[in-house]
């Protein structure tokens, strides 16, 4: 299966920082790569398909790049309700694998 | 608005089987993957399998042997059963939408943009 490494795995953080966690495949997966957005007690949220294609009524804060096996999501100006738990998670092998996460906290 | 709904037992005792179903309201399960998410407390998340709407399935490597994943369209309901459950089973178990989201220009995007609410399951004698 394809190894999917998150970096950092805990982020501090203030209201209007811009901010980039890092995911990196064991493998190339082209664009292949979705990134969620959880807080507690709750589902995921699709932030991020395709690398770089914001879902849907995403805020425009939120980008993510890259392709190949290195990748980032950014978020500019953190607002309060960014504070979660972001997932990467590639979609290149029908055998799904997902990073560890990224906890990013009020600092 | 397609909304998902898992339902199954919450409390299950070593070597039992688990059993829990999905059912897809709002909209149709034809032509769509289905898929089983699991995440145990406080931990990350693990992909566990997914069914097309005929019936064809895909599995985590380190999960195949126990799991089975079905379908049933006359009810718009997809299962999943993980047999010989152990402590390491107790987790919220999440199905959600497999969809095909987007394209580029050699082949098809595929993600999680709709999910249940997630059902907790404990295993404990």
């Known amino acids: 299966d394809i190894q999917m490494t998150q970096s950092p795995s805990s982020l501090s953080a203030s209201v209007g920082d811009r901010v980039t966690i890092t995911c990196r495949a064991g493998?190339?997966?082209?664009?292949?790569l979705n990134w969620y957005q959880q807080k507690p007690g709750t589902a995921p949220k699709l932030l991020i398909y395709?690398?770089?294609r914001l879902q849907s009524g995403v805020p425009s804060r939120f980008s993510g790049s890259g392709s190949g096996t290195d990748f980032t999501l950014t978020i500019n100006s953190l607002q309060p309700e960014d504070f979660a738990t972001y997932y990467c998670q590639q979609s290149y092998s029908a055998e799904y694998t997902f990073g560890q996460g990224t906890n990013l906290h009020t600092k | 608005q397609e909304q998902l709904q898992e339902s199954g037992p919450g409390l299950l005792k070593p070597s039992e089987t688990l059993s829990l179903t999905c059912t897809v309201s709002?909209?149709?399960?034809?032509?769509?993957?289905w898929t089983w998410i699991r995440q145990p407390a406080g931990k990350g998340l693990e992909w566990i399998g997914r069914i097309y709407s005929d019936g064809s399935t895909n599995y985590n490597p380190s999960l195949k042997s126990r799991v089975t994943v079905s379908v049933d369209t006359s009810k718009n309901q997809f299962s999943l059963k993980l047999s010989s459950v152990t402590a390491a089973d107790t987790a919220v178990y999440y199905c959600?939408?497999?969809?095909?989201?987007?394209?580029?220009?050699?082949?098809?995007?595929?993600?999680?943009?709709?999910w249940g609410q997630g059902t907790m399951v404990t295993v404990s004698s």
């Open positions: 395709g690398a770089s």
């Open positions: 493998q190339t997966i082209s664009t292949s």
């Open positions: 959600a939408r497999d969809n095909l989201i987007g394209y580029t220009t050699s082949w098809g995007l595929y993600a999680f943009d709709i």
């Open positions: 709002g909209g149709s399960i034809s032509s769509y993957y």
